[in-house]
T-cell receptor, first 114, second 111 residues
Framework: DADVTQTPRNRITKTGKRIMLECSQT?????MYWYRQDPGLGLRLIYY???????NKGEISDGYSVSRQAQAKFSLSLESAIPNQTALYFC?????????????FGQGTRLTVV | SQELEQSPQSLIVQEGKNLTINCTSS?????LYWYKQKYGEGLIFLMM?????EEKSHEKITAKLDEKKQQSSLHITASQPSHAGIYLC???????????FGTGTKLQVIP
């Protein structure tokens, strides 16, 4: 099983619908992140959480919300989806106890808003 | 906010050729990460650089962080089709692992 699991892997939704993307990890890491990837724009940080009670906005948080239900779970919600939120979304985790180390990424969720 | 610019944006090379990808930051880099992404998939960690002048290698991939810690280069020796993908540099802007990413370099290796 993957260390960082994102569900669903693919989703098509209509404009105005509420949608939730879920992320769970088995690595025991305290830090979790949500990024979106658009062609030509690399990855942009949406929200990040350093522990269950610490949630912070990233570069592009407008139109998104998150919930850290447990150390292992971090979900991303689009309250009212719009077409320009069509993108590839990645969840990532890292461990603060080891200083600056790598982030582990999920396989991504491809979201299409029509 | 920290901005990372990668060059080139895309690269097509013949198998066996060497290549270099650059990542330039608008600010001092506290931690510089290189990742590889296969098209439409997750990111695979390659290496992390922290100290000015630091150089690391993994198989045929070498990355270096310059002395001023504002630019990093990734060099692939004797490229193979398995090296194809998107290479992304990421930087830890303030030492808190809030990593921002460059725009990526798309590499194609022609057999």
């Amino acid at each position: 099983d993957a260390d960082v699991t994102q569900t669903p892997r693919n989703r098509i939704t209509k404009t105005g619908k509420r949608i939730m993307l879920e992320c769970s990890q088995t690595k025991g890491h305290d830090r979790m992140y949500w990024y979106r990837q658009d062609p030509g724009l690399g990855l942009r940080l949406i929200y990040y959480s350093f522990d269950v009670k610490d949630i912070n906005k990233g570069e592009i948080s407008d139109g998104y919300s998150v919930s850290r239900q447990a150390q292992a779970k971090f979900s991303l919600s689009l309250e009212s989806a719009i077409p320009n939120q069509t993108a590839l979304y990645f969840c990532a985790t890292s461990d603060s106890s080891e200083g600056n180390t790598e982030a582990f990424f999920g396989q991504g969720t491809r979201l299409t808003v029509v | 906010s920290q901005e990372l610019e990668q060059s080139p944006q895309s690269l097509i090379v013949q198998e066996g050729k060497n290549l270099t990808i650059n990542c330039t930051s608008s600010k001092t880099l506290y931690g510089l990460y290189w990742y590889k992404q296969k098209y439409g998939e997750g990111l695979i960690f390659l290496m992390m650089l922290q100290k000015g002048g630091e150089e690391k290698s993994h198989e045929k991939i070498t990355a270096k962080l310059d002395e001023k810690k504002q630019q990093s280069s990734l060099h692939i020796t004797a490229s193979q089709p398995s090296h194809a993908g998107i290479y992304l540099c990421g930087a830890d802007a303030g030492g808190y692992q809030k990593v921002t990413f460059g725009t990526g370099t798309k590499l194609q290796v022609i057999p």
